[in-house]
């Protein structure tokens, strides 16, 4: 190179490379880490809102089976039993199932018999309980047998346990995925930067021979890392987004309902990884940075 | 022959740029590499540094420009004991020290004029304070049209000259230079040599360690000379620059 050099027109160079054929690697991993917490915790919020879903509706119901009287038909005894929960302080709605109703909701148990009308078919009120101020089964009942019907209320108690504590299962086995898979990604940065500033140990070195205080040597390499780790945090982040809104889009409007219900607002959630990540990779670089300088001290 | 015994350019303590009093020096739990040394480096003294490879020239480098600490004795930089230096101070000793190192330690990524602001710019100094003296510099040491070149488009004598360059562009106290020509042919051995004699008429104290006992005969500057990591007294030729 032989052109003309003008000093007035030199610029200083950035201390460390701009970039480095080594880098790509580092932004890979971290990119693919940062993209599974990112899908896992669109999972967790998503499996969350689905437990919470399926408790509040079985909270929001209850069931009444009515056995007639002697002298009325089922039909007219359901008839009745609605009429009186509807009057219930904490009913939003009481409804009397039909027959062909009441038998599609048992014919999974008795099989497929072509005439049940010979069976004794309980009938079935379907009540929808205020979601503010519901309803107790003991009121329920006490209304019902205040008019003489025979009735059993089903408020859902004994199903809403299990749902609830399966769903809280869920829930924390989601949260604990997410948590192992956000250490692994935070080990892997913190390694993988440890083991970019160690591939780099030559720079290192001759900024500390050249007088450069160990401090200013951590600052370089912090902020080198965490803006590589901010880059491939985004990339994750983003790419979780994008199969997150997927899910949306292909769901329709309650997501992959019932089972993954996602709202467009969850897809925020993805919004911290390229900060977290960056933070954890610049504590990573600093402490390697430190340790460096101090060994060659 | 006329050999300047060491004792004869010792200074006292207090003016002393380097000084060992007694000082021992081992990696980890290795044999000593370094026993005893006792010499003292005065302000603007050139001397060279010989002795058989492994005898301890790098390793004395090193002490001095803080990339060891002595297991024994004491070393004094500038007057300072550097056992008493705290950590965060060092670096401000670091840049009354010039270093030439024996494989150049370039920044790759950083062209000729890049590399030789980089201790000025380290200092914290203002662009516009040393870019004339950075070119200056580096025509004087023959790399003008190479102002923009990468380290790897260099050949090895300009490599070593560039080395030369970031060395001194802080005008150190001492320069320290470890194989300096262990890497060019003769001729530019010779040249880079007079650089160093140059400087050194400017006032900066030198110290080269070498092997190349012929550049020493040239001299006929005054010699420390190692052998298994001890300091032997040794004679340098009569003829002077």
């Known amino acids: 190179m032989s052109e003309v050099f003008d000093p007035r027109q030199w610029k200083p160079a950035p201390f460390l490379p701009e970039r480095d054929t080594r880098d790509g690697a580092l932004v890979f991993v971290v990119a693919v880490l940062c993209f599974m917490a990112c899908l896992t915790a669109l999972g967790v919020i998503a499996s969350n809102r689905a437990a919470r879903g399926w408790t509040a509706q079985l909270n929001g119901e209850a069931t009444i089976v009515v056995r007639p009287q002697a002298n009325e038909s089922p039909d007219a005894a359901a008839a009745r039993a609605a009429e009186t929960l509807a009057g219930v302080t904490g009913v939003a709605e009481a409804r009397a199932l039909e027959r062909a109703t009441a038998e599609a909701l048992i014919a999974p148990w008795v099989g497929d018999v072509a005439d049940l009308e010979d069976l004794p078919v309980p009938r079935l009120v379907a009540v929808t309980l205020d979601p503010k101020r519901p309803a107790t089964a003991q009121a329920l009942d006490a209304a019902l047998e205040a008019q003489g019907i025979d009735a059993q209320v089903d408020d859902h108690s004994v199903w809403i346990k299990d749902i609830q504590r399966a769903a809280g299962l869920a829930r924390w086995f989601g949260i604990g995925v997410f948590s192992l898979i956000a250490a692994a990604a935070a080990a892997v940065v913190a390694f993988a930067t440890r083991a970019g500033l160690a591939a780099r140990r030559d720079v290192v070195e001759v900024l500390h021979y050249t007088g450069a205080e160990p401090a200013f040597i951590a600052r370089l390499f912090q902020a080198r890392f965490a803006r590589m780790a901010a880059g491939a945090g985004l990339f994750g982040a983003v790419a979780a987004a994008g199969v997150g809104a997927v899910l949306r889009l292909v769901g329709g409007g309650a997501g992959l309902t019932p089972v993954l219900p996602i709202r467009w607002l969850d897809l925020l959630a993805v919004l911290p990884c390229p900060l977290v990540a960056a933070l954890v990779a610049a504590l990573a670089a600093r402490v390697t940075a430190a340790a460096l300088v101090r060994e060659l001290a | ?241």
């Open chain 2, 1 to 241: 022959m006329s050999r300047k015994p060491l004792a004869d350019e010792a200074p006292d303590a207090d003016t002393a740029v380097v000084r060992f009093d007694d000082v021992s020096m081992r990696y980890g739990r290795a044999p000593e590499t370094l026993k005893d040394l006792t010499f003292a480096l005065a302000p603007g003294s050139f001397h060279f540094l010989t002795g058989p490879s492994g005898a301890g020239k790098s390793s004395l480098l090193k002490l001095i420009y803080l990339a060891a600490k002595p297991s024994k004795g004491l070393l004094h930089l500038f007057g300072e004991d550097v056992s008493a230096v705290a950590p965060a101070d060092q670096p401000f000793l670091r840049r009354r020290i010039g270093v030439v190192f024996q494989e150049f330690r370039l920044l790759e990524h950083l062209s000729t004029f890049d590399n030789v602001a980089l201790p000025l710019r380290l200092a914290g100094a203002r662009p516009e304070e040393y870019r004339q003296d950075v070119a200056e510099l580096l025509t004087w040491v023959g790399l003008k049209r190479r102002m923009h070149a990468m380290p790897a488009t260099l050949a090895g004598g300009e490599k070593q000259r560039l080395a030369i360059a970031r060395a001194v562009v802080g005008r150190p106290d001492i320069l320290l230079a470890d194989e300096p020509t262990g890497n060019v042919d003769h001729e530019m051995g010779l040249r880079i040599l007079r650089l160093f004699v140059e400087l050194n008429r400017m006032g900066t104290t030198v110290l080269l360690a070498t092997h190349d006992q012929d550049l020493v005969a040239r001299s006929g500057k005054p010699v420390l000379h190692l052998e298994d990591g001890r300091l032997v007294n040794h004679a340098p030729s009569e003829r002077a620059w």
